[in-house]
């Protein structure tokens, strides 16, 4: 079932957040995460199999609520062998239990190393925040927005939301850095953020670039049909060539022993 | 020629393998977490990096039938046989490596099912599945040729399989070229994690290529050890020209390696002299250059140490690349360690595959087309028929009782090594709390990370009870309990560990304030069950505790979140009310000072 929204998305504004983790706190309550466990595979940013969210702090001290970006062109998404991380029409970007492997490649791939892991677990999940899909469909806003008590979090088309972040970006030019994170880094992602302080920190490692990740592999992958056939083709050729000059060599070979016997 | 056979290899390999084993029992009941060193910031380690190794080294399997089938160059076929048999067992090995790996191997098939043709892995899961069934066949013919497989429906079989050599070797090497070049491919989407001079987008080629020379080379090395080990001789010659192939192909890897670093600018990087770059010289110059210039002598690659070395050290230095670019310059947030059980798994593994090697060799015409290798009875018998004294040495009774009582020693002590806390999984290890420092201003550090929460303790008491009126009320709306004979017990008394709730109902000393043994009906008044006792207030029906708090609860929380659930209520409320929003924020009590100097003179002048 898809939305009446065409491609949704959120916008963050760093500037609001308190760091009150209300968000968090209702993102726990809607997708029933638990109490928080402490555990050694846990990564220092506090994301881990029981939390979606979490509020980071910046390296100059600003409070920032970090979660899947819900790339448009999802790194997760394009490495997963089964499909089993996929994107719905509007952009979300989804996690089905029943089809993964549990091979954790689309946690080696995330650029923002979003996506964790049931450690814990004889039967693990990958998990990461799935932007409330349920609750969007019933109509209602993701658990975190409705929560958020400075209205930090704001939920709605990603276009409007872009018009909106440029519009508040005009509005107080010396509040925020001239950028829209999330508008072009790795080809787009949906959830937005507009901050005083540079956000490259919440990559992985460094700031991802502009290039979309999957074309990375795809400019490899896109190649091997054409790799396969082409090596096929060599090994057929080399194959009948080679053996059909061996076999002409031996015939010859042997006419020649025989016409020097008849001499 | 009585053959230099010796059993304590063997030995060795089962222990390994049966460790292995002990190892997997452990993965699957407590799961990833407790048995491995993998976590959230390093969801690859040491299995991924193992099991591009094995497929690298199986590169021979497709190149030598190559060189027999296609090109026609039959004086190989005498290892034909072995090449393929290696690559079999480095794909089994990569494929139970996996079922290890994956977090849900009973989805293994998924792939099959669910096409995702976007996805290097889907294609190498194809590509090693078909790959697999196609070595299969090619190695078939060996098994039927054993006495068992008479059946007319085997012989069938076998000559089909005769007819299909040609097809399915040539599916072979193109599924190989795929999947070994995509093994690569796998990395290209990981710039964030791949350090720079492992990081190529010729990757793929660069994986092709020296699985080639790898495979070869691992060729000649067990070429070198059957002979060693198994008194079958080598054909010197043969290897030699292996090594000339392989040559050919190390130059081209080196070539295309080196040049793209170069022609991309990353090159001056393997000069900055961090330990990624000497690793990347040892790499190139003595796992690649030293040994390309070895075989290219004509008079060393004909001499046993010289084609011996250079196979060393080009496996090495294969096996380098592939294991530095997936495991050691990995760049990660948090450190990795694999795990004994992760080790254990990851030599497991190959060592039964070797001990498979030596079953077929010994039982089928591996190394020699027209019979199986007849091993001589072993000479040194190691006295290791005390466990099972009874069973004969060489029956399989006999086999799985001696491994057994090695690998028992081994789980023996690998259970002692591994750490007990991670083994239940989820467990924390105790994280007693620093009780806090100070008095009119409190110096807290609970966890003892140096870094300091002061709390102006006389602040809040007075303002509290100039509020309330009354000192004592001011007092117990933090000391909400007190141990007996005492008033405003400190925190930490009962919220004893950092993380973990703990419980504070302290039995022994009930026991001995009433009396022993004797004294136990007294609150347990049913007869001996545990789940007896009486309600505390049946016996402390004056003791008052906190409004609202209904039945005394013998579990404390944890020190972080009694610490946070006491302040944080009070600040938000004193937030709204003063209109003071920075009295929320976490940065007000968590200035992070490390050991503040003026706090410390502060409390001294007090
Ligand atoms: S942020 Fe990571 S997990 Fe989320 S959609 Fe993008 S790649 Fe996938
Ligand atoms: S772990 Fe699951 S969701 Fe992630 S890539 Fe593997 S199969 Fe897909
Ligand atoms: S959108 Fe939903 S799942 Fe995602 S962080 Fe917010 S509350 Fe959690």
Redesign the pocket.
Known sequence: MSLALKHVGVLVDVTRCIGCNQCIEACVVENDLGELRHTPQQAPDGLSDRRFAAIVESPQGAYVRKA????LQ????SVCPVGA?YQTPEGV?LYDYAKCMGCRY?MM????G??RYEWGSTAPRVR??NLCYERLQNGQLPACVEACPEQALLFGERDELLLEARRRLERSPNKYLPVVYGEQE?GG?SVLYISPEPLDFLGFHGAPGDQP?PELTWNWLSRTPSVALAMGGLMTGLFWVIGRRMQAEEKRAARNTSSSHEA | MAAQYRNWIKDGLWALAIAGMAAAVLRFTFGLGASTGLNDTTPWGLWIAFKLCFVALSGGGFTLAAMVYVFHLESFRPILRRAILLALLGYGSFIVSLLFDLGLPWHIYMPIIHWQHHSVMFEIAWCVMLYFTVLTLEFAPVILEHDWFRHPIFQMIYRALHVAVIPLVITGIVLSTLHQSSLGALILIMPHRVHPLWYSPWIPVLFFISAIAAGLMALVLEGFLVERWLGSQVKLDLLERLGKVAAFALALYLALRLGDLWARGTLPAALDGSWQSLLFGAEVLIGGLLPLTLLTSRKIRQTREGLLTSALLIVAGVVSQRMSLSLFTMWRPAPYLPSLAEILIALGVPAAAALIYLFFVENLAVLDEKAPLKIAPARVQLPMTWPFPFAERNSLNGIIAHRSGLAVGIIAVMLAVLPIQTAASGALPLNLVQPARGWRILWIDGNRAKYQVEFAHAEHQERLAKEMGSSEEACQTCHHLNLPQDEATACWQCHRDYLQAVNIFDHTRHQQILGGNAACQECHTVEHTRRSAAACQECHETMSPKEGQAAFNPMAPAYLDAMHGLCQDCHAQQAAAQNRPELALCKTCHSLQENPSELQAAIRNE
Do not use: E, G, N, Q
């Open positions: 899947c970006r819900h790339c999802p790194a997760c998404v991380m970007v689309c791939a995330c650029p923002y979003i996506p990461k925040c790795l992602t990740y």
